[in-house]
């Protein structure tokens, strides 16, 4: 069990609650159409995902769902996405299991004023479904008893400040002052709360400390940051938080985790362990206090794989050489997502067999080749001459010469990565 805490009392049995968030439906990097279905195969894959954890709350009879938001990945999901979520959320609310969903960024219509992507559950007042698009005290029936949740989903700017108030502050101070407002609402929420029902705030926010993923290349608008202890409210028994895409826990008393995104969604996350994470808040007839422990499931989704292949100038056959590496992943190839990674000297790159290579990793869902070309360089001026650098090249040595840090240095090389290879695949 990871973290634990004491609250007040309450009379009652233990309330099992699931928490998961950050499904963005509608991501089909990397992927392919599925024969059988007219499908994105990536869009199966996270459909897959969201099956499991539907299946464990129906097979586990969970007290509660919790969704913390961004069930697509963009703001007008198509008609397929919306449907295939609807049958997921049926599925639990038909098995007599409450739904909680929050409206995360990706949630948000584009104009003010138009519905959020899951209102529609609202508007047809769907048994046991509850929405959350503005901060408020949900008091839910479950069949362990009575839980309450405090919600922040993803505010506007424009919701939280008005144009007087930004009017003369410079974008950190407006920053601030969003921090403030936030602060202030979720100490109002507080407030309102029933200290003997079992309590949880979620929340769709970024919260200051917490490990990025693939989250930063997914942003939409303008972030506003919350240190923990803004967070933290020891009214609350939990806090579950959604947004970021790696799963981690900020705290554990209270518990403030990130259940993280349910799917990889490119190679920043290829290491990740993805799932959700099962909270059980139980009293303590001793103590008169609550007692909190969570314990993170994980589920089983497409692996990222990564090969990186140095070919030494002396190689007489570099393609051997690769094809070596190649076999070496065997067993991590097959059905996934692969990147070649290959760095070799200009003078034998003629030598790759390209055909060879492709045949090799055919058992691969995806894959992408990426030749890192060592060539003798010259200066001309202290810059590096148009033809004598790689696109990637050229980026890492921009973020080298603007001091970016190493780890957001990574992320941006692997987006830039991804963006030469749809060029790259497009012009093929």
């Known amino acids: 069990m990871e973290g634990g805490k004491g609250g007040r009392g309450i009379k009652g049995e233990r309330l099992k609650i699931l928490h998961f968030a950050d499904l963005h439906l509608g991501v089909e990097s990397y992927g392919r159409i599925d024969p059988a279905t007219g499908l994105s195969s990536r869009f199966l894959d996270f459909l897959s995902a969201l099956d499991q954890v539907v299946d464990y709350a129906v097979e586990n009879k969970v007290d509660l769902v919790l969704f913390c938001g961004d069930a697509y990945k963009s703001r007008e999901p198509s008609q397929t996405q919306q449907r295939e979520f609807a049958k997921r959320i049926n599925r639990l609310s038909t098995s007599n299991i409450p739904v909680f969903l929050l409206i995360g960024n990706h949630d948000l219509p584009n104009a003010i004023g138009r519905a959020t992507t899951t209102e529609i559950f609202d508007t047809l007042a769907v048994k046991n479904v509850y929405v959350s698009n503005h901060p408020e005290i949900y008091r839910i029936p479950t069949s362990s008893g009575m839980a309450q949740i405090a919600s922040l989903p993803w505010l506007r700017r424009s919701g939280l400040l008005s144009k007087e108030e930004t009017k003369n502050l410079n974008f950190e101070q407006i920053n601030q002052r969003l921090q403030q407002v936030l602060t202030l609402k979720i100490s109002d929420l507080a407030q309102k709360l029933d200290p003997a029902l079992p309590s949880i705030l979620a929340a769709h926010v970024w919260v200051s400390g917490a490990k990025v993923g693939s989250e930063?290349?997914?942003?939409?608008?303008?972030?506003?940051?919350?240190?923990?202890?803004?967070?933290?409210?020891?009214?609350?028994?939990?806090?579950?938080?959604?947004?970021?895409?790696?799963?981690?826990?900020?705290?554990?008393?209270?518990?403030?985790?990130?259940?993280?995104?349910?799917?990889?969604?490119?190679?920043?996350?290829?290491?990740?362990?993805?799932?959700?994470?099962?909270?059980?808040?139980?009293?303590?007839?001793?103590?008169?206090?609550?007692?909190?422990?969570?314990?993170?499931?994980?589920?089983?989704?497409r692996r990222f794989v990564t090969i990186n292949i140095n070919v030494e100038p002396q190689d007489t056959d570099p393609t051997s050489t690769v094809l070596r590496a190649i076999g070496e992943q065997e067993d991590k190839v097959s059905d996934a997502i692969v990147r070649l990674n290959i760095s070799l000297p200009a003078e034998i790159e003629g030598q790759l067999r390209d055909n060879d290579i492709r045949d090799a990793v055919k058992e691969a869902h995806y894959f992408t080749v990426a030749k890192d070309i060592e060539r003798e360089t010259r200066l001309r001026l202290g810059q590096w001459t148009a033809e004598e650098i790689t696109p990637l090249d050229a980026l890492r040595t921009y973020l080298e010469s603007k001091k970016v840090s190493p780890e957001r240095t990574k992320i941006l090389l692997e987006y830039g990565e991804r963006m030469i290879r749809e060029r790259e695949t497009r012009e093929g």
């Open 216 to 301: 930063s290349l997914m942003t939409i608008g303008q972030e506003h940051v919350l240190l923990v202890s803004n967070v933290a409210h020891p009214a609350f028994d939990y806090i579950a938080l959604g947004h970021i895409h790696k799963r981690q826990v900020l705290s554990d008393n209270p518990p403030v985790v990130y259940s993280g995104s349910l799917e990889r969604l490119d190679f920043s996350e290829e290491e990740d362990e993805k799932g959700f994470y099962v909270v059980e808040i139980e009293p303590d007839l001793e103590t008169g206090k609550r007692q909190v422990s969570f314990d993170f499931h994980p589920v089983s989704g």
